[in-house]
């Protein structure tokens, strides 16, 4: 297991009060110091460069982006720069490929510890505290290396509405989530499914609020695990949001931290069984600093786990994805027959 990280993450500075804070960032640097007394290793990132993000962003967004370095910029309500935010966000989306190259020449499993998280940027938009989107420029920088078939799993409490946009005509990749719904940004809808060539190819799993570890291990093992072995990616990305955590005070939803490693339990032995075991997490949201250092420790103590082991299904009440498991059937039903039959 892989894990990149550095205290550069801390000099993206947003103003006081903001729940996207550089906190977040010495809670990362605190978890990598104990997996390094631990025996592991910390590997430093490198910055993406420009062919990369204009893989998924267009160069004049780059631009705009570039141009605030030195500065301190509000670029939409909730999003922010200050002087040192571009390096920054380019050393986000340069872990996130250091992520993906070390799942692919290790068949292993990795995990970036960045911010500013990236899921909601759009090709031309900064928003909801995102810069560039460095899972997207990961996903396209596997895709650059030669892969056919990459899929990204998000469960950040938000949708990943740029993640989303970016991929929404291309059947090369699997977008999942499963989110709270509804909520911020307002997209993530069930009959959100792809577009022209990649229809069928987005996956939503709109969750109500209050949704808890239950509800997500059934829609793991009912609609996720099905789709995602049937796509077979060679290359599994997470965007791992801590936000859905029952402590968040974003989210509305239930998440324990033992769900939380339930969940990255179930996406790490789906890359154990469709591609050898590569995986590239990097981080998204997570706004209570207590959960998130006990979902960042739980999260490495999963994926170092070699092979992941199986298990029991979650009990609990699950009344609130049981509304919704009928809905995503039949909107994926007709382009992957059979697949999700209950």
């Given at each position: 297991m892989v894990l990149i990280g550095s205290e550069?993450?801390?000099?993206?500075q947003t103003p006081d009060g903001h729940p996207e804070q550089p906190a977040r960032a010495r809670v990362m640097l605190e978890v990598s110091r104990r997996w390094v007394e631990r025996g592991g290793a910390l590997t430093p990132p490198r910055p993406a460069t420009r062919a990369e993000l204009v893989q998924v962003h267009t160069p004049a967004y780059v631009d705009q982006i570039a141009a605030t370095a030195g500065h301190g910029v509000r670029l939409d309500p909730d999003t922010y720069t200050s002087t040192e935010s571009y390096t920054v966000a380019l050393h986000a989306a340069g872990a996130a490929i250091v992520a993906v190259e070390h799942a692919l020449a290790e068949s292993t499993s990795a995990i970036a510890f960045v911010r500013p998280p990236g899921h909601h940027a759009e090709q031309d938009r900064a928003m909801g505290f995102c810069l560039f989107n460095?899972?997207?420029?990961?996903?396209?920088s596997a895709r650059a290396a030669g892969l056919d078939r990459v899929a990204v799993l998000d469960y950040d409490v938000h949708h990943?509405?740029?993640?989303?946009?970016?991929f929404y005509d291309d059947p090369r990749v699997l977008y999942v989530s499963l989110h709270q719904y509804p909520f911020y940004p307002g997209t993530g809808a069930v009959t959100?499914?792809?577009?022209?060539?990649?229809?069928?190819?987005?996956?939503?799993?709109?969750?109500?609020?209050?949704?808890?570890?239950?509800?997500y291990d059934r829609a793991m093992r009912e609609l996720v695990g099905p789709v995602v072995t049937a796509f077979a990616p060679e290359l599994i990305l997470l965007s791992a949001g801590y936000d859905a955590h029952a402590r968040d005070p974003l989210g509305g939803m239930r998440l324990s931290t033992e769900g939380y490693a339930a969940v990255t339990a179930h996406v790490q032995r789906l890359a154990a069984s469709c591609c050898h075991g590569r995986l590239a997490a990097v981080t998204e949201g997570?706004?209570?600093?207590?959960?998130?250092?006990a979902?960042?420790?739980?999260?490495?103590?999963?994926?170092?786990e070699q092979p992941p082991a199986t298990a029991a299904a979650v009990t609990g009440d699950t009344s609130r994805i049981d509304r919704v498991i009928p809905a995503v059937r039949r909107?994926?039903?007709p382009y992957w027959p059979g697949?999700?039959?209950?």
């Open positions: 550069r993450f801390i000099e993206h460095n899972v997207a420029v990961a996903a396209a990943g509405n740029g993640t989303q946009w970016m959100d499914v792809g577009r022209g060539d990649g229809i069928g190819f987005t996956l939503n799993v709109p969750l109500e609020a209050g949704a808890g570890d239950a509800d997570g706004y209570d600093l207590t959960a998130l250092d979902c960042l420790e739980s999260t490495l103590t999963q994926l170092a909107a994926l039903e697949v999700l039959a209950g």
